[in-house]
């Protein structure tokens, strides 16, 4: 009987223990500290605060390209004009031909008097072929005018739907963002100190560590077009030809001492390479900008390119959405084409392990 009431008592312990473990679990995850919930709240500000400069972009891009459309239009109007008029002239010609009212004026030669006469007549034939040949080639390249500027209204058209459609997709992740926001400040008892922080750090990014991060991608914009060229310098420490197919290894270090070498501002920045990724953290005074990526292998007919993808920026922090870094991407081509500096040198492949890159390339002569 005790031994009854033993187990009965274990397992109500069992029980309780079992149902009130994961709700001190969630109440646990639940609780936030107000580093942490004032930490959101900044992020959630600069978050918004760049898909809205995103959202008044798109919003500038799709006024350009209706003003683009209108005179799209415009031109065609005109261009069909152009082709009626010199497919009328053209069509004269072909008539002529068919009718064998030109073999008729060639029979014109056999009838001059001298040959003085039948040179003149000669010219004046050729005057004419040319000018029929001039006809033909006008009503031609009217005809390809007009499809190119159809071609480039339809290409506009499919731009400005997608551009739209973008458009609203910002706008409605911003208004759910603002809204979250609004929500979270009105619940908050430090509402107003937040908010003069949210301004705070949106000022800060906008003032100097936008400028900072886009120094930075420049300089690495023009120091990975290089890459290629201090590799072959010092391809006796890089590269390895006994392997199939050959591979250029590159450490970290190395390339941080390559990158240091190539301006001032570099000299702050350092990468550090993981198994499939690649971090990159610069610090200026009191600002920090963390770029993470990793390098993929785009493969064109002949002429790879090696290019480093941003998937995630950061600055004191705090993340910049994903609009932002398409915005870099844009603008900043961080990549090398190995050929292009080299001419017999094409790249196969790249992976980055902990410390390594490694680059599997074809030499051919």
Do not use: C
Not at 84 to 101: N, Q, W
Not at 153 to 178: G, I, N, P, W
Not at 219 to 224: E, V
């Amino acid at each position: 009987m005790k031994a009854n009431k033993l187990t009965a008592l274990l397992l109500t312990i069992v029980l309780l223990t079992l149902f009130t473990l994961p709700s001190a679990s969630v109440t646990a995850e639940e609780t936030k500290s107000p580093q942490d919930e004032a930490k959101e709240l900044l992020q959630k500000g600069l978050t918004i605060f760049e898909i809205d400069k995103e959202v008044a972009r798109l919003n500038e891009q799709d006024a350009k390209i209706v003003e683009q459309i209108k005179q799209n239009e415009q031109d065609i109007a005109k261009q069909n004009n152009n082709v009626e008029s010199t497919r009328k002239h053209a069509g004269k010609v072909l008539r002529a031909y068919y009718t064998g009212d030109r073999d008729s004026i060639w029979m014109l030669l056999f009838s001059a008097s001298s040959f003085t006469d039948a040179l003149k007549m000669l010219e004046y034939l050729q005057m004419i072929v040319t000018n029929d040949h001039r006809a033909l080639t006008t009503f031609t390249d009217s005809v390809q005018k007009l499809n190119k500027l159809q071609g480039v209204l339809a290409d506009s058209r499919t731009e400005l739907q997608k551009t739209k459609d973008k458009f609203l997709q910002q706008r409605e992740r911003l208004v759910t963002l603002q809204e979250e926001l609004d929500k979270q400040l009105a619940a908050s008892t430090q509402a107003a100190a937040i908010t003069a922080q949210i301004k705070s750090l949106n000022d800060q990014w906008k003032e100097e560590g936008l400028p900072l991060a886009r120094d930075y991608l420049d300089n690495l914009s023009t120091a990975f077009r290089e890459l290629p060229q201090y590799l072959i310098g010092n391809s006796s420490k890089f590269l390895n030809t006994s392997t199939k197919p050959p591979t250029i290894t590159l450490t970290d270090t190395d390339f941080n001492t390559y990158l240091h070498s190539k301006s001032e501002l570099l000299q702050s920045l350092n990468f550090e390479f993981r198994d499939g990724s690649m971090l990159a953290t610069g610090k200026k005074d009191s600002l920090q900008i963390v770029i993470q990526g990793n390098f993929v292998l785009l493969k064109n007919a002949g002429l790879n390119e090696v290019k480093f993808v941003v998937d995630n920026l950061e600055f004191n922090g705090f993340k910049l959405p994903d609009t932002t870094i398409e915005d870099f991407t844009k603008e900043f081509q961080l990549g090398f084409t190995p050929k292009k500096v080299v001419s017999y040198l094409d790249v196969l492949g790249v992976e980055t392990k902990k410390g390594v890159a490694v680059v599997k390339i074809e030499i051919s002569f």
